[in-house]
């Protein structure tokens, strides 16, 4: 065995992070937004300002102090307890690292990609409409995998080809039949 089962673990959840993190990169990019659900992880969700930056569980903006980066390869940006940063205030707080001394810690990933995802509203009329043709797209290439596209039972390119169109069609016309069926039941309420 190569490596530990944890350690197999670690690399695929920084795997699929970085797929995350590149598909709202691209998205951002182009002035596009990318249509994904927000997964935390397992971590608290944050309170945000509109410009991205993170609020304390107190709800006080927290302040910058540097950029670094990130060991998942994307800019980030630390931000620090504003009870004790840039100065202390005196004001006291019921966080767990206040007591420590340290205050509340936040390392955000501060590409446009990165606030992308933490501020999309993903209540929005047109993110919902994204969403669901993505997920209509992932419902037709699941059908299109259960009919076999992925490992065809044909030896040339033009077979494939034929195949492909067929599958399609096949997909088309189980569609249709729906369709027609919602629209026969809705025509026998009236």
Not at 102 to 110: A, P, R
């Given at each position: 065995?190569?490596?530990?089962?944890?350690?197999?673990?670690?690399?695929?959840?920084?795997?699929?992070?970085?797929?995350?993190?590149?598909?709202?990169?691209?998205?951002?990019?182009?002035?596009?937004?990318?249509?994904?659900?927000?997964?935390?992880?397992?971590?608290?969700k944050y309170h945000r300002d509109p410009d991205g930056t993170p609020l304390c569980p107190k709800g006080l903006r927290m302040y910058p102090t540097i950029q670094f980066n990130h060991t998942y390869g994307y800019?980030?940006?630390?931000?620090?307890?504003?009870?004790?940063?840039?100065?202390?205030?005196?004001?006291?707080?019921?966080?767990?690292?206040?007591?420590?001394?340290?205050?509340?810690?936040?390392?955000?990933?501060?590409?446009?990609?990165?606030?992308?995802?933490?501020?999309?509203?993903?209540?929005?009329?047109?993110?919902?409409?994204?969403?669901?043709?993505?997920?209509?797209?992932?419902?037709?290439?699941?059908?299109?995998?259960?009919?076999?596209?992925?490992?065809?039972?044909?030896?040339?390119?033009?077979?494939?080809?034929?195949?492909?169109?067929?599958?399609?069609?096949?997909?088309?016309?189980?569609?249709?039949?729906?369709?027609?069926?919602?629209?026969?039941?809705?025509?026998?309420?009236?």
């Amino acid at each position: 065995m190569y490596g530990s089962e944890e350690g197999s673990r670690k690399s695929t959840r920084r795997l699929w992070q970085l797929v995350g993190f590149l598909s709202y990169e691209d998205a951002a990019r182009h002035g596009g937004i990318a249509a994904v659900p927000l997964n935390q992880h397992g971590h608290p969700k944050y309170h945000r300002d509109p410009d991205g930056t993170p609020l304390c569980p107190k709800g006080l903006r927290m302040y910058p102090t540097i950029q670094f980066n990130h060991t998942y390869g994307y800019r980030a940006q630390r931000f620090c307890c504003p009870l004790l940063f840039p100065e202390k205030t005196g004001a006291t707080c019921e966080h767990e690292q206040f007591a420590k001394g340290i205050g509340c810690v936040k390392d955000v990933n501060w590409e446009k990609g990165g606030q992308m995802r933490v501020t999309l509203d993903r209540d929005h009329p047109i993110y919902k409409a994204i969403y669901s043709q993505r997920t209509c797209c992932e419902r037709i290439n699941s059908q299109a995998k259960e009919l076999g596209i992925e490992r065809p039972k044909v030896r040339n390119q033009y077979s494939v080809h034929h195949l492909n169109t067929l599958i399609y069609l096949v997909i088309n016309v189980r569609a249709l039949r729906r369709a027609k069926s919602i629209n026969k039941a809705i025509l026998q309420i009236s």
